[in-house]
Antibody, heavy 120, light 109 residues
Framework: EVQVVESGGGLVQPGGSLRLSCAASGFTFSAYSMNWVRRAPGKGLEWISYISPSSTTIYYADSVKGRFTISRDDAKNSLYLQMSSLRDEDTAIYYC?????????????WGQGSLVTVSS | ETVLTQSPATLSLSPGERATLSCRASQGVNGHLHWYQQKAGQAPRLLIYDASNRASGIPARFRGSGSGTDFTLTISSLEPEDSAAYYCQLRSNWPPSWTFGQGTKVEIK
């Protein structure tokens, strides 16, 4: 069974840092592109970052570029999101999502999410 | 960058009624337009991929259609468990990005 499970969320002050993790199982993690998507309170879904197999290609949304860093450890079947210079508007549930191998651009498996609250 | 505009923002219907959700793209889409359902407190779930194909395990009452710039998600006969937010989404090649519409909230009376 395919599973992705996020962890590492919590309360952090503005300007602070936090690292999210996503543990994957039930599929060949190294073969898949992975993404982070967030949903802020009262708002819709927002894609924020992408990483290809072998980490050869990485993209960020403009809203997080220069502040967030995506990475992966295929030996540990894990995806990470290092967040720094956090702002109030980064408060959201952060989801790890697998990109479907065949169906271009679609996210076929999602974790339950990890809540990040940025507040003083 | 392609912008996706969904309408209406909210849809309030009774069980058994038909729901029609619209997603309009600011420029022509190559067919890789997808739909997701997100229930309160849950992760999003892929419903429809490539505009008209149901994902695994999705009931037949969910149907996707459209091409070019106009796409539609139709729920033929609403069930109480269909109460959720629905999002369309696509991947743009340049600039590289994955874009979601702002969502349509479906409420069951």
């Amino acid at each position: 069974e395919v599973q992705v499970v996020e962890s590492g969320g919590g309360l952090v002050q503005p300007g602070g840092s936090l690292r999210l993790s996503c543990a994957a199982s039930g599929f060949t993690f190294s073969a898949y592109s992975m993404n982070w998507v967030r949903r802020a309170p009262g708002k819709g879904l927002e894609w924020i970052s992408y990483i290809s197999p072998s980490s050869t290609t990485i993209y960020y949304a403009d809203s997080v570029k220069g502040r967030f860093t995506i990475s992966r450890d295929d030996a540990k079947n894990s995806l990470y999101l290092q967040m720094s210079s956090l702002r109030d508007e980064d408060t959201a549930i952060y989801y790890c999502a697998r990109e479907d191998y065949d169906r271009i651009g679609s996210f076929d498996y999602w974790g339950q999410g990890s809540l990040v609250t940025v507040s003083s | 960058e392609t912008v996706l505009t969904q309408s209406p923002a909210t849809l309030s219907l009774s069980p058994g009624e038909r729901a029609t959700l619209s997603c309009r793209a600011s420029q022509g889409v190559n067919g890789h337009l997808h739909w997701y359902q997100q229930k309160a407190g849950q992760a999003p779930r892929l419903l429809i991929y490539d505009a008209s194909n149901r994902a695994s395990g999705i009931p037949a009452r969910f149907r996707g259609s459209g091409s070019g710039t106009d796409f539609t998600l139709t729920i033929s006969s609403l069930e109480p468990e269909d109460s959720a937010a629905y999002y369309c989404q696509l991947r743009s090649n340049w600039p590289p990005s994955w874009t979601f519409g702002q969502g349509t909230k479906v409420e069951i009376k």
